[in-house]
Structure formats: structure tokens, C-alpha cells
């Protein structure tokens, strides 16, 4: 049975699921801030799609996986319920355990991702937040804080530039 209000979005080609504050409805009820492109193509709502709330929330939902003893996050596309992985565990056993969350895959699984290298990149290189942003030196691959340059956090493995080899006409 549809509403009025779906029918009427129907009619005027409105996603029904777009609420009148730009936010989203998931069908889960969550409400979100969906990534948007303007008319031009050169503005974007990327910082507030990257740390709104639900992020938060998902982040706070995985914050235990601990990536360092071979851990990681698995989704079940069809239900959108995501488990925690041990290393050398199969199917059957995650599944036979509780989900850790659940999402929408259709619409959160960019804010899912999102969540998932904040994580990720926290556990590796400790706060990474805007307020103290880490600096990659591509010649040894040492990661470090803007902030404190002498206290190196990490190292990683960087490759060669790639470089467009036909120029743009």
C-alpha cells in the first residue's frame, strides 16, 4: 500500500526516501546526509558526508575489530548485517554469531566504508582527526603528525607515480 507521500514523489520523480532537510531515511529509519555533486561538478558536501553522526555511530559499532591480530569487518550484501572476521574463521562460524551492526546497503554503504578507514587508519597511525592531520613522506614512506614531525607513527609501502603517458588534448 502506498501513502500520498510516495505516490507524490512518484509523480514529480522524487526519491521517496529524500527528506525535506536533504537528509535520507534508511530502511532502517536511520536518517543520513546522502554524497552529493553540485550542478558544476567542483562542489561537494565530502566533509559532511565523511564525519556526520551515523558514521560515527557504524565507527563505534566495529571499534573493537583490532586489524593488527588479523582481524577484519565482512557484510552480508543481501541483509546488511556486517560481522568481525578472525583470521582463519569460515562463513558458517561468523554467521552463527551476532552481527556486530546492520546497514542499508543501498544507501549507507559509502558511509560504511568511510567508517571503516577511519577505523582502519586510527588503529594504524592513532588520531588522524583535522585537528591533527598525518603527513605521508613519499621518499621513505614514514608517516608522522603534521603537528609533531620528529615522532614518527608508522611506515608504508609506497610504489612509483604513475604518470599519464598521452598528454590531454
Same mark, same amino acid.
Given at each position: 500500500?502506498?501513502?500520498?507521500?510516495?505516490?507524490?514523489?512518484?509523480?514529480?520523480?522524487?526519491?521517496?526516501?529524500?527528506?525535506?532537510?536533504?537528509?535520507?531515511?534508511?530502511?532502517?529509519?536511520?536518517?543520513?546526509?546522502?554524497?552529493?555533486?553540485?550542478?558544476?561538478?567542483?562542489?561537494?558536501?565530502?566533509?559532511?558526508?565523511?564525519?556526520?553522526?551515523?558514521?560515527?555511530?557504524?565507527?563505534?559499532?566495529?571499534?573493537?575489530?583490532?586489524?593488527?591480530?588479523?582481524?577484519?569487518?565482512?557484510? *552480508?550484501?543481501?541483509? $546488511?548485517?556486517? %560481522?568481525? &572476521? =578472525?583470521?582463519? /574463521?569460515?562463513?558458517?562460524?561468523?554467521? @552463527?554469531?551476532?552481527?556486530?551492526?546492520?546497514?542499508?546497503?543501498?544507501?549507507?554503504?559509502?558511509?560504511?566504508?568511510?567508517?571503516?578507514?577511519?577505523?582502519?587508519?586510527?588503529?594504524?597511525?592513532?588520531?588522524?582527526?583535522?585537528?591533527?592531520?598525518?603527513?605521508? *613522506?613519499?621518499?621513505? $614512506?614514514?608517516? %608522522?603528525? &603534521? =603537528?609533531?614531525? /620528529?615522532?614518527?607513527?608508522?611506515?608504508? @609501502?609506497?610504489?612509483?607515480?604513475?604518470?599519464?603517458?598521452?598528454?590531454?588534448?
Amino acid at each position: 500500500m502506498f501513502s500520498i507521500k510516495e505516490i507524490w514523489h512518484k509523480v514529480i520523480g522524487r526519491d521517496p526516501r529524500l527528506n525535506y532537510d536533504g537528509t535520507m531515511t534508511t530502511k532502517h529509519g536511520n536518517r543520513i546526509i546522502p554524497h552529493k555533486f553540485g550542478d558544476s561538478g567542483f562542489s561537494s558536501n565530502v566533509g559532511e558526508f565523511m564525519f556526520q553522526p551515523r558514521v560515527q555511530e557504524i565507527k563505534a559499532q566495529i571499534d573493537h575489530v583490532n586489524y593488527a591480530k588479523g582481524q577484519s569487518v565482512i557484510i *552480508d550484501s543481501e541483509s $546488511g548485517d556486517f %560481522y568481525i &572476521k =578472525n583470521l582463519h /574463521e569460515s562463513e558458517e562460524i561468523i554467521h @552463527k554469531r551476532p552481527p556486530l551492526g546492520q546497514i542499508d546497503v543501498e544507501l549507507e554503504e559509502g558511509l560504511f566504508r568511510q567508517a571503516l578507514q577511519q577505523h582502519k587508519m586510527h588503529q594504524l597511525f592513532g588520531d588522524c582527526s583535522p585537528e591533527n592531520p598525518i603527513v605521508l *613522506d613519499e621518499r621513505n $614512506g614514514r608517516v %608522522y603528525a &603534521k =603537528n609533531n614531525p /620528529e615522532k614518527t607513527r608508522g611506515f608504508v @609501502k609506497t610504489g612509483k607515480t604513475v604518470h599519464n603517458p598521452s598528454p590531454i588534448k
